[in-house]
């Protein structure tokens, strides 16, 4: 088992992605190996791990790429196959489906959505479609459409990716024939006003579903599939200072009993307890990230810790999940990688 780390390189800090081993019985990570890429802010596998893809967000507004590698199982290698450009600007997300032979990308800029044909051999081809999303909010980050989040929902039959310029979450069906994404009926699920939502994840049961308001600092919970808001609740204390202050990531942990959100400002992890029955949050607190700027965060595969990418501080922190409590213990292990964004198990 390997964390594979994407990074930003504009900082000067990194060269893009690196493979660390991960030890399972203390949680320790050594590095193995690193490929080169440029600003790759969020990987995913195909679902047999043979291939990793990358985002390469760009410079301009028309830089954006999509690539692709070859993964060396034993020893974590990753081989440069083939790089797409991808319609749009700074990239931001992605996702294959479960046959392997679509890669879905979301463009921040643009706010727009494309489909790549992946080969046998891992490579891209050109895209098979680009959809692009139209509206505003009301927020000064809102002033036109920036998808920032994709993925298949818990059955797979939809694609569903969170647009944060129009506070909705946009709902496809994959044609797995032509590539094409398809609006679903009903086409999005909204948001509250002025959220920004940034990313969404769900219970395990597949009747809920949580989103993360960027620019208001919120979780939301809803139901499933009708995306219904059922509740709202802060990520950071209501006497602490707002400014400059936003969140990154949201994730539910595998038994489905808690659920975690990235502060980047507060440089915090807020906590909430699940309520199985109806979904609703309780909220359990803030832990420090002993670091600033946090990004993604990943739970390891034994459910049992947690690494948080600090951007700023060029650290990866390890914590504890305490099984009974939800509450994060730090446990002392940081590992140093410059300006980290992504962690992916594998």
């Not at 203390?26 to 080169?36: C, E, N």
């Not at 029955?277 to 034994?302: E, K, M, W, Y």
């Amino acid at each position: 088992m390997r964390a594979y780390i994407g990074t930003y390189t504009r900082s000067g800090r990194s060269e893009g992605i690196y493979v660390f081993d991960w030890d399972e019985s203390t949680g320790a990570l050594a590095q193995v190996t690193s490929a080169a890429e440029s600003d790759p802010s969020f990987l995913c596998f195909d679902p047999g791990a043979q291939f990793l893809f990358a985002v390469s967000e760009g410079d301009g507004l028309d830089g954006g790429e999509a690539a692709s590698f070859r993964h060396d199982s034993a020893s974590g290698i990753l081989t440069p196959l083939s790089r797409q450009k991808t319609g749009g600007g700074q990239p931001c997300h992605l996702t294959t489906d479960l046959s392997g032979r679509w890669l879905i990308v979301v463009n921040h800029e643009h706010g727009s959505v494309a489909t790549f044909p992946i080969d046998a051999d891992g490579s891209l081809q050109p895209r098979s479609d680009l959809r692009q999303h139209e509206g505003s909010g009301p927020g000064p980050t809102q002033e036109g459409p920036h998808a920032h989040f994709v993925t298949f929902d818990p059955t797979q039959e939809r694609v569903l990716v969170v647009d944060k310029g129009i506070d909705q979450v946009v709902r496809y069906r994959l044609n797995a024939d032509s590539g094409r994404l398809v609006p679903d009926d009903p086409p999005f699920g909204r948001v509250h006003s002025g959220a920004a939502p940034r990313h969404i994840s769900f219970h395990p049961n597949g009747r809920f579903a949580y989103v993360n308001g960027e620019a208001d600092m919120t979780i939301s919970a809803f139901t499933y599939p009708g995306l219904e808001e059922l509740q709202v609740l802060r990520t950071i204390p209501d006497a602490a200072p707002r400014d400059g202050v936003s969140t990154a990531q949201i994730m539910v942990e595998p038994s489905g009993r808690f659920v975690y959100v990235s502060n980047r400002g507060h440089d915090s992890i807020a906590m909430f307890a699940i309520d199985q029955d109806t979904g609703t949050l309780t909220a359990l607190g803030n832990v420090s990230t002993q670091g600033r700027t946090p990004r993604n965060f990943n739970i390891d595969p034994t459910g049992q810790r947690m690494y948080v990418a600090n951007q700023r501080t060029d650290t990866i922190v390890q914590f504890n999940i305490n099984q009974d409590s939800g509450v994060l213990e730090p446990t002392g292990a940081v590992t140093e990688v410059g300006a980290p964004v992504c962690i992916v198990f594998r």
